[in-house]
């Protein structure tokens, strides 16, 4: 069985709580159904049960980057969904080694996918105007084991970006249309480029702009999903779902 390590995020759950919580030796973790010494954690392993000092049970998970993201991260903004997420990076054609470029970082919530596909080599150059967004963010991505590959910069996507050459681009900011003439200049020929805008006006003043810059295998998308109850003998689905994210727009620098 695998062993709990110093640094490991672990993801306790509870009969009536969960806590996501990254392990260091010596410290104390309280919640208010009791606190957990991490160095007990640090005895234990993946699947097994630690008790709180009110006697309160915990089993000791080792969290998806799913629950990372849904459960785990601190939201100081909307973030990109992992059903969108997931899609985005497999569009993009994310892998290890690749140098991206990513604009704002928001909470970091697409960072830490796009960073999983990138691991160990590639790297991230986020853009992030907001400095409290972008510290925040940076522990999330701490939270999911992926710091050394997101190489943070404060500052507006309008300002200067030394880095060139780019193999892909993803781009969540109110007004991507702004940018699509510089994204130009610093992706590599035939590079992916991906938005997520939440209206049709936003996708409208996009796709003009793709064209205008000479982008080709313009697409744009939208994905549901919809969850159902998993009761046996009344299977259905659930009755609220999350029925807009946002839309999806894909696009290659033309050659
Ligand atoms: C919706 S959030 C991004 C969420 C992020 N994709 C995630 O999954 O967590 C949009 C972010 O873009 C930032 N932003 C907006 N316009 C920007 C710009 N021109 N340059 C840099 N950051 C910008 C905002 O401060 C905000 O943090």
Known sequence: MERVKEGDTVHLKGKTASFFLKVKA?????????????NQLLSCSYGETIFTHKGNSFL??????YEIIMYGINRKTQIVYPKDSGYITLKLGLRNGMKVLESGIGSGGMSIVMANALYPDGRIYAY???RDFLENAIKNIDLAG???????HHADLSEEVEERDFDAAFIDVREPWLYISKLN????KGAMVGFLVPTTNQVSEVIKEL???LFVNLEVEEIMLRGYKPVPDRLRPEDKMIAHTGY?????KGF
């Open 26 to 38: 010596g410290e104390i973790f309280s919640t208010h159904l009791g606190n957990i010494d991490l």
């Open 60 to 65: 000791v998970l080792k969290p998806s980057l």
């Open 128 to 130: 992030e105007r907001d």
């Open 146 to 152: 992926f710091r050394h590959i997101v190489i943070p």
């Open 185 to 188: 200049s610093l992706l590599k």
């Open 211 to 213: 064209k205008e810059n």
């Open 248 to 252: 999806l727009i894909f696009a290659r």
